[in-house]
């Protein structure tokens, strides 16, 4: 199971820190992602990382401003998102992925969160 918060509002060029809670499972072995989605819009990439290695992957639009981390201890995985755009308006979801390899496809994750809602006023 995979519990998502940290979702609000905030003004273009603030910041928002996103958690995930992954619980029920040993998720050791598994990849994390997080995926938003806008209205109107497909599901979309945003970044993923390696629950061991710590091995991360992003979408060019936020690269430079999110930072995704995981602590394993708690069984957490954080979106650091900074200098935030109205672009940025969507559902935020986590996902598991049942491999060490980080995917940017939505297709290859197994577990999905409920998402949680952020939205950019300008």
């Known amino acids: 199971q995979l519990q998502a918060s940290g979702g609000g509002l905030v003004q273009a060029g603030g910041s928002l820190r996103l958690s995930c809670v992954a619980s029920?499972?040993?998720?050791?072995?598994?990849?994390m992602g997080w995926f938003r989605q806008a209205p109107g819009k497909e599901r979309e990439f945003v970044a993923a990382?390696?629950?061991?290695?710590?091995?991360?992957g992003y979408a060019d639009s936020v690269k430079g401003r999110f930072a995704i981390s995981n602590d394993n201890a708690k069984a957490t995985v954080y979106l650091q998102m900074n200098s935030l755009k109205p672009e940025d308006t969507a559902v935020y979801y986590c996902?598991?992925?049942?491999?060490?390899?980080?995917?940017?496809?939505?297709?290859?994750?197994?577990?999905w969160g409920k998402g949680t809602l952020v939205t950019v006023s300008s």
């Open positions: 990382i390696n629950w061991n290695g710590g091995r991360t």
């Open positions: 029920g499972r040993t998720f050791s072995s598994y990849s």
């Open positions: 996902a598991a992925r049942q491999y060490t390899v980080v995917s940017k496809n939505a297709m290859d994750y197994d577990y």
